[in-house]
């Protein structure tokens, strides 16, 4: 099994394992993959990584972690890779995986890296994209100037969308770079953006001082414990891989991904002396809101609602462009040994005007004004095989906390588990958190989750969980308190290096409210929704892979006939090691009652590209993606999907709206490596 195809099924795998849960067509998971790609062209010596540097790999648990740092404390520095099959709490589908982005040998990586150094051996890379689907929605129609400036039903701009990305960087040390991105249906060069891109993004970013650790400049993000106070960019939830749950806060990060509202502008540092560190970092950005003008009081201005989609394609989202600033100030203390941590924090968080929504019963409780506070205090340690940890965080708005505790522990190879408990108030809030969760933000909610992972031999293993909680008070569309559990087992079957099966079945009850109702009180009904899946993993060849998978979804409630769905796709990966070519392509079918048991699926893309596309009514889709590397220092990605529904004559609504039964996609990537 070549190193590369080990690398592009790893990095598959845990983009997958994100998105799927996530079920979110336009997530954007570029620090993931920016991590694996680089630690695969510099593969980390596990004789002098620290434990940062092995958290960066998204792969190993602060157990495993511990393990072998111990291990060389008491037995000396590795001398092969085979070694790692000795460590007590390393099982070989973690040692399969982490392979292709580590070393073992007596060298020492330079701690320490001179500006001068970062920038005579640094690289630089620029990349071009241009996506579009081909056929007309209603919100690109040719209509008069006069309709054009008087209706929020078409856009100003081209169904196209560029991306452009200039970046020179030193390994993870020095990075420089602008991005740039034009959303579908927003102008260019012309009218409303007489600047070209939609959307600017610039980062200067440095590492590796002895006492200054870390400077960012421009745009940033920042992560503190356990997502409870603050975190900017995505994070894990749950998912197939069931301990993976405690999340490793990476204290600054430069910011190179096109999400316009989770990061931070300004300036960040991080200075240490020995095992203590101090991150500081201010922030003024401004944001898109809904302004609302108050003639009863003397004209004041207040917001009442902030948009977070980043689309200024239509008069209205035009209109609410960068109508609020953000102002965002923080400290986190750290103490950090091997194997024990904890830290403190404080973040001021607020708007230069009022923010003030419509109150409804759901959301009394959600912040409402101009300034919040929050303090938190987080903790991991290890001791022995168990790692304990969490963060207890409470805004200074409402006096209400969120609280998350956890442990992870491995009884030996075979046996692992990991226990989360969390109670996040209903009037606890920041603007910016990913605790670990049911629903959607870090609030009004309690839980129980216990993940185990059990590898019964070399070729079989289960992963399994269940996730207990409780929603004390209302939610948008669900008029009361409710409850909820979620069941996943995925046994896994890897007879060889070129078969890989697994099965995978879902189970999830939620409280929603009941379709019938007399319209004065809707009550709550259970949904019960269940997955079934089956997953093949056939190596034909060093160059051909197989993969395929069926899928099928049932959602029962009383208020409502039942509802299935089922996909079946089926992919053939083509990856030579002497051709320049690679090749990836799928067909599939689906066919769902409805919107509701729509299936979301990963799909190959080009670097950097992520696609979740979700699959509803009846139909088929297929798409070829072809990656061509020419004179050493460019690839080229070239991608054309189309999916044509069965029964439809229409597609999307609105602005959206499609005639026609077919949608075709286009991809097209030039990365240029100087």
């Known amino acids: 099994m070549s190193l590369a195809q080990d690398k592009d099924e790893v990095i598959q795998q845990r983009v997958e394992f994100i998105s799927e849960q996530l079920e979110d067509e336009n997530i954007d998971l570029t620090n993931v993959v920016e991590q694996l790609n680089f630690y695969y062209e510099h593969p980390l010596n596990l004789n002098s990584a620290t434990s940062d540097q092995l958290r960066d790999l998204w792969i190993l648990s602060d157990i495993q972690i511990n393990d072998l740092q111990l291990h060389i404390k008491l037995f000396g520095k590795l001398i092969s890779q085979y070694e790692l099959q000795s460590l007590e709490y390393w099982d070989m589908s973690t040692i399969k995986m982490v392979l292709p982005f580590i070393r073992v040998d007596d060298k020492l990586d330079q701690l320490h890296v001179g500006l001068n150094e970062a920038f005579k051996n640094g690289k630089f890379e620029v990349y071009l994209r241009y996506q579009n689907i081909l056929e007309n929605k209603s919100g690109y129609d040719d209509v008069v100037d006069s309709i054009l400036e008087n209706s929020n039903s078409y856009y100003y701009g081209n169904s196209a969308r560029y991306y452009t990305r200039l970046r020179f960087s030193y390994r993870t040390n020095l990075s420089v770079g602008i991005t740039a991105e034009k959303d579908p249906g927003e102008q260019f060069f012309k009218g ?323 379709r019938d109702s007399d319209g004065t009180i809707t009550g709550l009904e259970d949904v019960l929704q269940r997955n079934y899946r089956i997953n093949f993993n056939y190596k034909i060849s060093e160059a051909f892979r197989l993969k395929s998978r069926v899928e099928y979804v049932t959602i029962n409630r009383a208020s409502n006939a039942a509802e299935n769905g089922i996909i079946i796709t089926q992919d053939l990966l083509y990856r030579p090691k002497s051709s320049p070519i690679d090749i990836a392509l799928r067909y599939a079918l689906f066919d769902t009652d409805s919107y509701d048991t729509r299936i979301y699926t990963f799909e190959s893309n080009a670097l950097y590209v992520f696609s979740v596309p979700a699959y509803y009514y009846k139909g088929s889709r297929a798409y070829a993606l072809i990656r061509y590397t020419f004179l050493r220092k460019f690839d080229l990605w070239v991608r054309y999907g189309v999916s044509i529904f069965a029964n439809r004559t229409s597609l999307g609504s609105g602005a959206e709206e499609i005639i026609g039964n077919t949608k075709t996609d286009v991809t097209i990537q030039l990365r240029m490596k100087l």
């Open 192 to 514: 409303k953006q007489k600047y070209g891109f939609d959307f600017y993004s610039a980062h200067a970013f440095y590492k590796g001082g002895k006492y200054v650790k870390s400077v960012a400049l421009g745009d940033y993000q920042v992560q503190i414990g356990q997502g409870l106070n603050f975190w900017s960019g995505y994070a894990f939830g749950k998912s197939a891989d069931v301990t993976n749950v405690k999340k490793s806060a990476n204290p600054l990060r430069a910011y190179t991904s096109v999400d316009e509202t989770r990061f931070l502008r300004g300036a960040a540092v991080v200075l240490g002396v020995g095992d203590f560190s101090l991150t500081a970092f201010g922030s003024r950005k401004a944001v898109d809101a809904s302004v609302v003008v108050d003639s009863l009081l003397e004209d004041q201005e207040f917001v009442s609602s902030i948009n977070l989609t980043g689309f200024h394609r239509t008069n209205s989202e035009i209109e609410r462009k960068n109508a609020l600033i953000e102002n965002v100030y923080g400290a986190n203390f750290q103490y950090a040994k091997r194997n024990f941590q904890v830290g403190v924090a404080a973040v001021s968080q607020g708007y230069n005007s009022e923010f003030i929504k419509d109150i409804q019963p759901y959301n009394q409780f959600d912040f409402r004004g101009k300034n919040s506070v929050a303090l938190s205090a987080d903790y991991s340690f290890v001791v022995k095989n168990f790692n304990f940890f969490g963060e207890i965080s409470r805004t200074g708005y409402s006096g209400k906390t969120a609280v998350l505790s956890g442990i992870l522990f491995s009884l030996d190879k075979r046996v692992s588990m990991a226990i989360v408990a969390r109670d996040y108030d209903r009037a606890y809030q920041t603007f910016y958190n990913a605790g670990f969760a049911e629903g959607s933000r870090t609030q009004n909610e309690r839980g129980l989750y216990a993940g185990l992972k059990l590898n019964l031999s070399r070729d079989f293993s289960i992963n399994s969980y269940l996730d207990v909680f409780k929603f004390p008070w209302m939610k948008f569309q669900v008029d009361g308190p409710s409850d909820g559990y979620e069941i996943m087992i995925q046994p896994s079957y890897k007879p060889s290096r070129s078969l890989e099966i697994y099965t995978r079945f879902r189970q999830q009850m939620r409280q929603k409210n009941s």
